[in-house]
């Protein structure tokens, strides 16, 4: 992608969705388990790559959600490089 190209931070994309989606009236849009892991599987391997294990990786996004992380939704749903969207 060319450096010019404009970017939004993760929060700022959440925080135009959430007034856009309040706009129309609709609630927080919710992703099944499969495309929520897939979505974070590039942290998940730059976490594995530092030596975190995937214990300690859903111990980290079960108290960012502050509600436990079952540790099989990781080994379930982890999208590996080539399958994510973009991978060329």
Request: hydrophobic share 45%.
């Amino acid at each position: 992608m060319p450096t010019d190209v404009p970017t939004l931070s993760v929060e700022d994309a959440v925080a135009v969705q959430k007034a856009l989606r309040g706009s129309l009236g609709l609630g927080p849009e919710a992703f099944p388990m499969p495309a929520s892991v897939g979505m974070i599987s590039d942290e998940i391997d730059l976490l594995r790559a530092a030596g975190r294990s995937d214990q300690e990786i859903a111990a980290l996004i079960g108290a960012s959600l502050g509600r436990p992380f079952d540790l099989g939704l990781i080994e379930r749903y982890y999208a590996a490089p080539e399958a994510r969207r973009g991978h060329t």
